[in-house]
């Protein structure tokens, strides 16, 4: 399978910031959407932001201050989380859906990104 290797998550004090990132490995064709989705105790997994068609979208809970960016080396994704807020603490995972005929999920193994008050 292909694997995403995560890297980045820590601990931090509110107003700090945190760049995550996510590398892919293994045979990857037709990248459809590579981005960053987190999960909270006790809540539901959601998106963070997502590269997709060429385009941008982020939650609207971390527009102007979270930013998601391509590796121009290797097929990797950047996340770049300023002005941290407590309410960011999650478990972060990398997700990419490659394939247009069959599309596939891939998803990381998540990283803790804690965020102190």
């Known amino acids: 399978q292909v694997q995403l290797v995560e890297s980045g998550g820590g601990l931090v004090q509110a107003g700090g910031s945190l760049t995550l990132s996510c590398a892919a490995s293994?045979?990857?064709?037709?990248?459809?959407?590579m981005g960053w989705y987190r999960q909270a105790p006790g809540k539901q997994r959601e998106l963070v932001a997502v590269?997709?068609?060429?385009?941008?979208n982020y939650a609207d809970s971390v527009k102007g201050r979270f930013t998601i960016s391509r590796d121009n080396a290797k097929i990797a994704r950047n996340l770049q989380m300023n002005s941290l807020k407590p309410e960011d603490t999650a478990v972060y995972y990398c997700?990419?859906?490659?394939?247009?005929?069959?599309?596939?999920?891939?998803w990381g193994q998540g990283t803790q990104v804690t965020v102190s008050s």
């Open positions: 997700n990419l859906v490659t394939g247009t005929r069959n599309p596939t999920v891939y």
């Open positions: 293994g045979s990857v064709f037709s990248i459809n959407a």
């Open positions: 590269i997709s068609g060429g385009r941008t």
